[in-house]
């Protein structure tokens, strides 16, 4: 009876080797405008008749709506009892192979990964070809995107500026310590970054095991990666805890359902790969070139890669509301279900300026904390701002996004956005989405006009900003191990990211409320160029109807003070 | 003098239903537009849905009644009178003049009232039904193609609508009060008689 639109539900969304990147800064043509415009309004006619009995009466209980299901009382949730019994899921168990026995020399990876390769003999070729080896998209002609390219980030900036051994502790690998890295031997890959279940596993510079990880008895107790895994480096996205992303941090780990019903053990008790679910080691997931899914269809988790979405497990129609319902073609669930992030206690980074970096005090580096820890200052990174329970910025967004490269001139328009979101109110595949936006400020070159990529972690004396604390020399160095011209003149540039907020999904009851957008002083303050009721509305015709509705008040009074003063006159006239 | 029934039970339990539902629509509508807030944009817009969808009902019912009963002849305009009666309310009405128009059972209304009604009818109630149907099913509509712009139209219509229909209801309520006494015309359209001297 519901016959909300579902236009764009089949749409193919394009794979990455149809996507060249003229596409991602063109929308293409919406599908459904090419339908004739005639008939489909009859059809529209006819429809609005049927729809309107049910519409009206159920918009009814739109305050009332409900979430449907029980919030979920620890151990009864289905989904969690799946897992309480997922050890009891596994066909082998680890412990009986002699190929884990060992003993592996201590910290030699690569020896526990020639292990499992015996028994897993595609698994390596599989993990050769993701994201989380490359680090660029597995995409010859785009190659340049992603953390092992040319990208510049608000954080550490670049990879390229020999900063190798201190990013690449998060690289699914062994030893990528600079560009001459091998990523045909597939020894060098880390299997136990991911799989490890005992807690135990550590990686240190150039992603190599800390020698003082129990080898043997991590690669005995191997399965499928939990939370734990992802957020080791997701969590600690831009170089430590809770920094980048907002909606990911340690907080998850353990946390009470209002931070996350879906990975909370009071809420559905899921892990990440429930939604990401990996297909031969690729995991689902939007990244630089396949967009997120923005239309909810209702298909499986991992139909298909990047597809996950909440219409998979929720529906199409989770309120009990049609008007609620209706929201969803121009707004993105996370809008409303996620009223704010960094909610788990954790501040994230808003501000990072790199200009203030390089201050020592009796020649030492230090650093200033708030009240909660958080770093203000700090020699080595310079000026930050940290913040918690964070609104987010909303935007119309297709689920693509631009990027600017380091090899990219600067565009005229400050500040510098180094990524940027792709939609518009127009564009029938864009919804309002939740964003944080991180503001930075660093090092660029202001002859050449381009962003550079400085030298942070290396010895004493390498030109590392991060032991030598001299801007000059660290961007001499970075250029120079990049193999980008620089013309030995720099400045700071203010440089904005944005990061989508999806996860830190919070129980119905703390979703937003229409006035939270339908009002004067709605959330969606900053996105233009369409009428919002209850936002929006013309001071003109309100002029003119106030001044309608007191012409008339003026007439009553006049003509009836007039007919009683006539009246009374009369009457003293009768008398 | 003999009483007549001047609104038959059908006739009287749509207008006070009418009247109900449209302060109804007026006191949420401006809650949503966000003139005060008494109810809360949720709620305000809840019972706006629901209102409206009841006063459509309504409408449907009336429209059938008239036709059926002939009584939509009441409406039609003329201009017979029609300058007797303004005079009567711009100078007539202070000095005591007699009524100009006498009521019958057949023709009620006075050409005021006439053009007055014919213009609710037909034009602020089916702009506000269509502005309202517009703006409620806009995201469908817009599904199928039609502009962005269709909502701020439909919504600038339908305000601009409400203001008209809350000065008609003003002046209405006001002009009741022009009969012979001043509750004489309130009363017969509650209990539906009224008196009046004999037809001929």
């Known amino acids: 009876m519901l016959q909300t639109e579902r236009n764009g539900a089949t749409t193919q969304r394009p794979s990455p080797s149809e996507h060249p990147p003229e596409a991602v800064r063109d929308p293409g043509p919406s599908p459904h405008r090419t339908e004739g415009g005639a008939s489909r309004l009859l059809a529209t006619g006819t429809r609005l008749l049927i729809l309107i009995g049910s519409a009206a009466i159920l918009s009814f209980n739109a305050g009332a709506a409900a979430p449907q299901g029980s919030t979920g009382t620890p151990g009864e949730h289905p989904y969690l009892e799946a897992h309480i019994k997922a050890a009891q899921r596994y066909t082998a168990d680890h412990t009986q192979f002699q190929a884990l026995k060992g003993p592996f020399p201590d910290g030699d990876g690569p020896a526990v990964t020639k292990a499992c390769l015996t028994c897993h003999n595609q698994a390596g070729q599989q993990v050769m070809g993701t994201k989380h080896w490359l680090w660029r998209v597995p995409d010859k002609k785009y190659e340049e995107y992603g953390k092992g390219g040319w990208l510049i980030n608000n954080f550490c900036i670049s990879i390229r500026g020999g900063n190798y051994p201190a990013c690449t502790k998060c690289h699914a690998g062994y030893g990528w310590k600079d560009s001459s890295f091998d990523f045909t031997k597939t020894e060098n890959e880390d299997c136990l970054v991911c799989h490890d279940t005992t807690g135990d596993y550590m990686k240190d510079e150039a992603g190599l095991a800390n020698p003082a990880v129990p080898l043997a008895d991590v690669a005995q107790h191997v399965g499928r990666p939990g939370i734990a895994n992802c957020g080791g480096c997701h969590f600690a996205g831009g170089g430590a805890d809770a920094t980048k992303h907002g909606d990911l941090d340690e907080s998850l780990l353990n946390c009470k359902i209002d931070e996350d019903v879906h990975l909370s053990k009071q809420g559905a008790g899921m892990d990440c790969v429930d939604c990401h679910t990996t297909e031969g080691h690729h995991i689902a997931g939007p990244d630089y070139l396949l967009p997120a899914n923005m239309q909810e269809t209702p298909e499986y988790p991992g139909q298909k890669l990047g597809h996950m979405s909440c219409a998979s497990c929720h529906g199409e129609a989770p309120h009990n509301s049609f008007v609620l319902n209706r929201h969803y073609r121009k707004v993105a669930c996370q809008t409303c279900h996620i009223p704010e992030f960094a909610r788990g206690g954790l501040a994230t980074n808003m501000w990072w300026d790199w200009s203030t970096a390089g201050k020592t005090k009796d020649g030492r580096a230090y650093e200033v904390r708030d009240k909660d820890g958080d770093v203000t200052y700090a020699t080595i990174h310079g000026s930050m701002v940290w913040k918690k329970n964070v609104v987010p910025t909303y935007r119309f967004w297709d689920g693509r996004m631009s990027f600017m490269l380091a090899t990219d001139k600067l565009p005229a328009e400050r500040p510098v956005w180094l990524n940027q979101t792709i939609g518009s109110y127009n564009d029938p595949n864009s919804k309002i989405w939740p964003f944080k936006v991180h503001e930075g400020n660093q090092p660029y070159d202001t002859q050449l006009d381009k962003l550079v990529v400085p030298h942070l972690y290396g010895d004493k004396g390498s030109g590392a900003l991060w032991v030598d604390h001299d801007w000059p020399s660290a961007i001499k160095t970075g250029m120079e191990i990049a193999g980008l011209p620089y013309s030995g003149h720099y400045g700071f540039v203010r440089t904005n990211m944005i990061w989508p907020i999806t996860h830190m999904v919070a129980p119905a009851k703390e979703a937003l409320t229409c006035v939270n957008c339908h009002s004067e002083k709605s959330r969606l303050a900053g996105l233009k160029g369409f009428y919002l009721p209850g936002r929006d509305r013309s001071r003109g015709i309100d002029f003119l109807g106030w001044a309608a509705v007191l012409i008339t008040c003026v007439a009553v009074v006049a003509h009836g003070s007039g007919r009683i003063f006539f009246k009374a006159r009369k009457k003293r006239g009768s008398k | ?200």
Do not use: C
């Open chain 2, 1 to 200: 003098m003999t009483r007549v029934l001047l609104y038959k039970r059908f006739e009287r339990f749509w207008h006070w239903t009418q009247m109900l539902l449209i302060v109804g629509l007026l006191i949420t509508g401006f809650d949503v537009h966000g003139s005060y807030h008494i109810l809360g944009y949720a709620q305000a817009v809840d019972f706006h849905d629901a209102f409206a969808l009841a006063l459509m009902v309504l409408i449907v019912f009336a429209i059938f009644w008239h036709f059926t009963t002939g009584e939509w002849k009441q409406y039609i305009p003329t201009r017979k009178f029609l300058k007797e009666m303004a005079e009567f309310y711009l100078t007539g009405i202070f000095r005591g003049a007699p009524h100009p128009v006498r009521k019958s059972r057949t023709a009620k209304l006075n050409p005021l009232q006439r053009l007055a009604y014919l213009g609710f009818k037909l034009l602020i109630i089916p702009v506000q039904v269509t502005s309202g149907l517009i703006y409620f099913f806009y995201p469908n509509l817009n599904a199928h193609g039609w502009p962005t712009w269709t909502l701020k139209v439909a919504a600038e219509v339908h305000v601009l609508g409400a203001f008209l229909l809350l000065a008609f209801l003003i002046g209405h309520v006001y002009l009741t009060t022009t009969g012979t006494t001043p509750l004489t015309n309130l009363k017969a359209m509650i209990f539906g008689w009224e008196l009046m001297e004999e037809e001929e």
